[in-house]
C-alpha cells in the first residue's frame, strides 16, 4: 500500500492552536461556501447539434457534441479559493503577493484547507480574478454574509444588535492618474495611432515627436502657472488629435468603399475585433477631444469610462475619481454588514433604501432586518422612502428621545471604520475592471474587513476567558 504521506508532517500539527485565525477556521461554515459556490462551477450540459448523413440506407438525421463536456483541466478545490479571497483583502495584499506568501505561510493554508504543507504556489495569480469574475456580486455577497453569520455563532454579537446600524457613503478611487487635459489628449492620440496600425491603416503622419514634445511642455507651464501658454499647448494638441482621427476615418471609408467596389483595399482588411476596439477609441477620443472644463460625464480614463468626478467637501482632496460606495456598520460593535457601489454620483439619500435592502438580504437567514438607520445630513428626507426604518439624523435632534440622541452621538464612529478599510483592506484603490469590478472590490472588503474583525473579537473573547479563569482560582 503506498503512503505518499507518510512523512510528511500535518498542518494541524504545526500551527499555534491558539492563534485567531485557526480558530477562525474552525468556526466558518466552509461546508456551507462550497455548497453555495459550487453550482457555477459545475459543467454545463450542451445542446446536441444535428446535421444530415447520407449513407447506403438513405439520408437521416445524426445528433452529435451534446452532453456534458469532460474536457479541459480539473477545478482547484472552491475551499482554496475562497480562502484566498478572504486573505488577499484581509491582510491588503495583491495577488502575486498573497500566492507568494501563501506558499511560506502554514497558517494560511491551514486556513486554506490543506492538511500537508506545500512549498509551492496555490494557484497562479491570474486565477483569483477568474474565480471572483466566476463566483460574480452573488458570490461574494455570500462571502461577506458567512462572515456575520460567524459573528453571530461564536456569540462575539448579539443578533439584536444587528437591527441598529450606521450607514454612511465614501469614494472608492480608481487606479487611474489624475486627469488632465494634456496627458488624456496625448495619450488619445497615441491610442488612435496604436488603434489603426492594429486594424491595417497606415496614417501619413503621427505627430508622435511633436506629442511627446507637447506633453513636456504642458507640464513645465503647468508647474511655473504660465497658464496663457498652457492653454496654447492644449490647443494645438486638440488640433493634431482632430487630425490624426479625421484621417483614420477617412482611410477607414476609402477602404470601406473599395471592399464594397469588388476592388482589392492598399491593405489586407482587418478582423472584427481590432475594427471594434479601432471604433470605441476614436469614440473615446472624441469624447475627450470636445469635452470643456464644465460639462456633464465627461471622459477622466480612456480605459477606464466608468470613472467620475466626486467632490466630498474634503479640504486635502476636493475631488476624487471612482465610484461612490455605501457601508453599513453594527451601531455598537462596527460588524460590517453591508458594501455596495452606486454609479453616477446619486444623492445619498437616495442609495440608503437600496443598501437597507442588501443589509435585509444579508441578514435574512439571522432572522433579522434593520431597524433603526443612523445617518449624517446627507440621509435627509428620505423617511417615505424607507418604511419600517427609523431613520435618525441630527436634523431630527430636537424630537429625538434621550435613548435616540445617545445612539446618536455614536454615528461618527464609521469614519475610522472606513479609513481603515481603505488603509488596510484595498479599498483606496480599485483595480479591477469596469463597473462590475467597482461592485466586486467593494463587497471583498468589506468582507476581509470583517475576517480582521472576527480575528479580534476570538482574542478578546480569549483574553476574557483567561481573566475569569485567573479570577476564579484567586478565590
Not at 507518510?6 to 498542518?11: E, G, I, K
Amino acid at each position: 500500500m503506498s503512503t505518499p504521506d507518510f512523512f510528511r508532517a500535518r498542518l494541524d500539527g504545526m500551527v499555534d492552536p491558539r492563534h485567531p485565525l485557526v480558530v477562525l477556521t474552525g468556526r466558518l461554515p466552509w461546508a456551507q461556501i462550497e455548497q453555495v459556490l459550487a453550482p457555477g462551477f459545475e459543467r454545463k450540459v450542451r445542446t446536441p447539434r444535428t446535421t444530415v448523413a447520407q449513407d447506403m440506407l438513405g439520408e437521416h438525421e445524426l445528433e452529435f457534441g451534446g452532453g456534458v463536456g469532460s474536457g479541459g483541466r480539473p477545478r482547484l478545490p472552491i475551499r482554496l479559493m475562497a480562502g484566498l479571497l478572504y486573505l488577499k483583502n484581509s491582510f491588503n495584499l495583491s495577488d502575486e503577493e498573497l500566492v507568494a506568501r501563501w506558499s511560506e505561510n502554514v497558517v494560511w493554508q491551514f486556513f486554506s484547507g490543506m492538511e500537508y504543507y506545500e512549498p509551492r504556489l496555490p494557484c497562479d495569480a491570474t486565477q483569483i480574478g477568474r474565480f471572483r469574475t466566476a463566483i460574480g456580486e452573488e458570490g461574494l455577497e455570500q462571502l461577506l454574509k458567512f462572515t456575520i453569520e460567524t459573528a453571530v455563532q461564536i456569540k462575539a454579537i448579539k443578533p439584536a444588535e444587528l437591527e441598529r446600524v450606521i450607514v454612511d457613503s465614501t469614494v472608492q478611487e480608481k487606479a487611474v492618474a489624475h486627469p488632465v487635459d494634456s496627458r488624456l489628449l496625448e495619450i488619445a492620440r497615441y491610442k488612435v495611432v496604436k488603434a489603426a496600425k492594429a486594424a491595417g491603416i497606415a496614417l501619413k503622419q503621427t505627430f508622435a515627436a511633436e506629442g511627446k514634445e507637447l506633453r513636456r511642455k504642458a507640464g513645465g507651464y503647468a508647474h511655473a502657472k504660465q497658464f496663457k501658454r498652457l492653454k496654447k499647448v492644449v490647443k494645438r494638441q486638440r488640433t493634431i488629435l482632430g487630425v490624426v482621427m479625421r484621417e483614420v476615418q477617412r482611410k477607414q471609408g476609402a477602404q470601406a468603399q473599395a471592399i464594397a467596389a469588388g476592388d482589392a483595399p492598399d491593405k489586407e482588411p482587418a478582423g472584427a475585433t481590432a475594427l471594434g476596439a479601432l471604433k470605441t477609441v476614436l469614440e473615446r477620443a472624441e469624447r475627450i477631444r470636445t469635452q470643456q472644463r464644465h460639462d456633464k460625464n465627461k471622459l477622466y480614463a480612456l480605459h477606464a469610462p466608468e470613472v467620475e468626478c466626486i467632490g466630498k467637501g474634503k479640504a486635502r482632496k476636493p475631488y476624487e475619481f471612482g465610484v461612490k460606495v455605501s457601508l453599513a456598520v453594527t451601531h455598537k460593535q462596527g460588524l460590517m454588514v453591508g458594501a455596495r457601489t452606486f454609479p453616477g454620483n446619486p444623492f445619498d439619500g437616495h442609495t440608503l433604501a437600496q443598501q437597507l435592502e442588501q443589509t435585509s438580504n444579508l441578514l435574512q437567514d439571522l432572522g433579522r432586518k434593520p431597524k433603526q438607520a443612523i445617518v449624517d445630513l446627507g440621509y435627509r428626507g428620505v423617511d417615505a422612502d424607507n418604511p419600517g426604518v427609523e431613520i435618525i439624523h441630527r436634523g431630527k435632534y430636537k424630537t429625538l428621545t434621550a435613548v435616540q440622541r445617545r445612539w446618536l452621538k455614536r454615528r461618527q464612529a464609521i469614519e475610522p471604520m472606513i479609513g481603515h478599510t481603505k488603509s488596510d483592506h484595498r479599498m483606496d484603490r480599485c483595480w479591477l475592471k469596469g463597473a462590475i469590478g467597482d461592485a466586486l472590490h467593494a463587497i471583498s472588503c468589506a468582507a476581509g474587513y470583517n475576517i480582521r474583525w472576527l480575528m479580534r473579537a476570538i482574542v478578546a473573547q480569549a483574553a476574557k476567558a483567561a481573566k475569569a479563569a485567573f479570577l476564579t482560582l484567586s478565590y
